[in-house]
């Protein structure tokens, strides 16, 4: 019914019904991009793990397919990344889909022998309809080491074998393997760097260019211990060899500073067009939100590219482009002033209630967007010229109290220097993702308002002048 129904996002994947967390073997073929998802069927909380799957065409427009891949006797189905085998390295059949995943053992992890989680393969010689688990699993046991899992494999060109990146309680290990079955051990990372108030988990390793050098960028996971509070995800840019990471700098990076936007990894086999796209919750309340049939969302796809900001370079993400054919007509706005307050509501009326709004301010300004309904409840979204923050406030956001921590205002510093901001903002219906300076600061951020918010102010304590301000509300199919 409608009512179930009412945090359901219009054009952000969430799973019919039942649970799911992260995103699994993203891997483009044939003109399909799949999506394989951390998925409870039988209930909407974390629960006995299976790869669900979803396919689209265009990164928008989803559909849900059969679940991929059961629990089986050697433990349920963590996460994990897939490969298009062109090459036929690993014997399954040229082209064919192969996942390297997690398996994750119950009764072993109660022996607290530290080796109740080991890799192990599924293929698929038909595009991703069915999969086969492969005999010999695992093809990569654990030593003893707790936290062993997500795997992340990718073809090294230069050394003509494929990579595992793979998350080692608080530190990434590498593995090389010419034909994904047998696997070594490379080298080790993360001692000394980085952010540890958590476990790492899900990495992701992949090369982008920046001003003609190519870089690598790695992703790590990290639950507890990001900067909001509960999980997000670090990055880190640099230099692989083939065999080991070495990053430029020492300090700790965010690829999105919301509370919402975790475990993400990007697509496999799509050239250099790197897609990206996370788990929009959080462990700290993701099996307790206000929804019913199903739980958890993912983000939209990004783009990432390397941005040089005066010496130090940064990982930038922007709403894939596809995005742009959902948007119906734009109310294009030059040279808007507010003083004190704006209401662009009525543009809204009539619509899906999903939008994309991009502003350009002619300085550098204190401003707010309000998302709001009339029965007093918000979500403020904008820029503190004092703290030189972007931020996200849910404490008025509706419901609230199913987690203390959940009703808050969530910040992230700016990395952009120019002087005036450039921000997109992305809702759909219990969301919100901010980028800000062409995607240098991002913060996504859910909320579960009691009547969708159909009231869209800009505000601001002084006179502020934007150059632009467009609306352009979602098609709603
Ligand atoms: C991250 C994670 C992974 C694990 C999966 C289990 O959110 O904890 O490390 O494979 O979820 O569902």
Known sequence: TLKKEQYRPLFHFSPKKGWMNDPNGMVYLNGTY?????????????????????????LIHWEE?????????????FSGSAVVDKDNTAGFGANALVAIFTHHNAEIEQKKTGKHQYQSLAYSTDE??????YAGNPVLPNPGIWDFRDPKVRWHEETKRWIMTLATKQTITFYSSPNLKQWSKLSEFGEGIGAHGGVWECPDLFPLIVDGERKWVLLVSINPGGP???????????????KTFKPDKK????????????????????????????WMSNWQYANV??????????????????????????????PVKELNDLKTKMEEMTNVTVASEKDFSDLLKNTSMTYSLDLTTANLDDFTVQLANDLGEQVLVGYDKQQNQFYVDR????????????????????????????????????????FADKGLTVLTDIFFPNRVFDKLRLKSPEKIEFKRVNLSPFKSN
Do not use: C
Request: glycine share 10%; no cysteine; aromatic share 12%.
């Open 228 to 242: 909001n509070g509960g999980s997000a995800t670090q990055y880190f840019v640099g230099n692989f060899d083939g």
């Open 395 to 434: 404490s008025q956001s509706g419901k609230t109290d199913f987690e203390s921590g959940f009703a808050k205002r969530i910040v992230a510093p700016r990395v952009a220097k120019d002087t005036s901001i450039e921000l997109t903002l992305v809702v759909d219906v219990n969301s919100v993702e901010l």
């Open 289 to 318: 939100v206000p929804t019913t049939a199903w739980r958890s969302a993912n983000t939209i796809p990004r783009e990432l590219t390397l941005k040089r900001v005066g010496d130090e370079v940064f990982l930038s993400s922007a």
């Open 65 to 77: 397919q059969p679940i991929a891949l059961y629990p089986d006797s050697l433990g349920t189905i």
């Open 34 to 58: 799949h999506l394989f998802f951390q998925h409870n069927p039988d209930s909407a909380v974390w629960g006995p793990m299976h790869w669900g799957h979803a396919t689209t065409k265009d």
């Open 128 to 133: 991703g309809k069915t999969w086969t688990k």
């Open 251 to 278: 300090e700790t990076r965010w690829i999105d500073y919301g509370a919402d936007d975790y475990a993400g990894v990007t697509w496999s086999n799509t050239g250099n067009r790197i897609i990206f796209l996370g």
